[in-house]
């Protein structure tokens, strides 16, 4: 079993920048597909980025393409996502995901979640 715990979140106002944090238990995190996805009142979740366990980017979402960047430390069992140039439409809850079986990047194919760390982007 594989625990997810995100840190970095907060509030910052637009224009700034934030890091987010998901540590990884367990031995096999470098065997792992991860991925960033977020989510705002009212809104689906919505798919961020998505990083290889060899640590080529798989996905990056247009709407953060430019401003945000996903990478991984597997000696450190960490994936992070750092986020420039915050919009107050940046303004979600964050949630790291992984999985280890073949397959997507999508919502229904990553097996292990975070609980989730809040990013409040002001105007």
């Known amino acids: 079993q594989v625990q997810l715990v995100e840190s970095g979140g907060g509030l910052v106002q637009a224009g700034g920048s934030l890091r987010l944090s998901c540590q990884a238990s367990?031995?096999?995190?470098?065997?792992?597909?991860m991925a960033w996805f977020r989510q705002a009142p009212e809104k689906e979740r919505e798919l961020i980025a998505c990083?290889?366990?060899?640590?080529?980017?798989?996905y990056s979402a247009d709407s953060v393409k430019g401003r945000f960047t996903i990478s991984r430390d597997n000696a450190k069992n960490t994936v992070y996502l750092q986020m420039n140039s915050l919009k107050p439409e940046d303004t979600a809850v964050y949630y790291c995901?992984?999985?280890?079986?073949?397959?997507?990047?999508?919502?229904?194919?990553?097996?292990?979640w975070g609980k989730g760390t809040q990013v409040t982007v002001s105007s």
């Open positions: 990083i290889r366990a060899s640590g080529a980017i798989i």
């Open positions: 367990g031995r096999t995190f470098s065997s792992y597909r």
């Open positions: 995901a992984g999985s280890a079986r073949s397959g997507t990047c999508r919502f229904f194919d990553m097996d292990y």
